[in-house]
């Protein structure tokens, strides 16, 4: 079965950091470009970030450049969301994955998330 799970979100204070981890399984990853998107309540789709197959192309939204950093590790079939200095309007649930390229658009099977609270 095909699957993609993310982890690694939580409550944090403003300023704080978490690393997020997309993990699939029943598929390996190496051959797809890779995205991140979050959801707030009662707000749209955010596309946060992208990876491409490679690892050497990336690309960030406005509102996170310099605060957050994708990478991926094929041999681990994951890829990973490292969040700074993070701010109260972060506060989202965050999915991943394939997109069209990177940049690019999200298609096939995404993750069920993993919920980010950033609040003091």
């Known amino acids: 079965q095909m699957k993609l799970v993310e982890s690694g979100g939580g409550l944090v204070q403003p300023g704080g950091s978490l690393r997020l981890s997309c993990v699939a399984s029943g598929f390996t990853l190496d051959d797809l470009e890779i995205g991140w998107h979050r959801q707030a309540p009662g707000a749209e789709r955010e596309d946060v970030s992208c990876?491409?197959?490679?690892?050497?192309?990336?690309d960030y939204a406005d509102s996170v450049k310099g605060r957050f950093t994708i990478s991926r590790d094929d041999a681990k079939n994951t890829v990973y969301l490292q969040m700074n200095d993070l701010k109260p309007e972060d506060t989202a649930v965050y999915h991943c994955?394939?997109?069209?390229?990177?940049?690019?658009?999200?298609?096939?099977?995404w993750g069920q998330g993993t919920q980010v609270t950033v609040s003091s």
């Open positions: 994955g394939p997109t069209t390229g990177c940049p690019g658009t999200a298609y096939g099977y």
């Open positions: 990876i491409d197959k490679t690892g050497a192309i990336t």
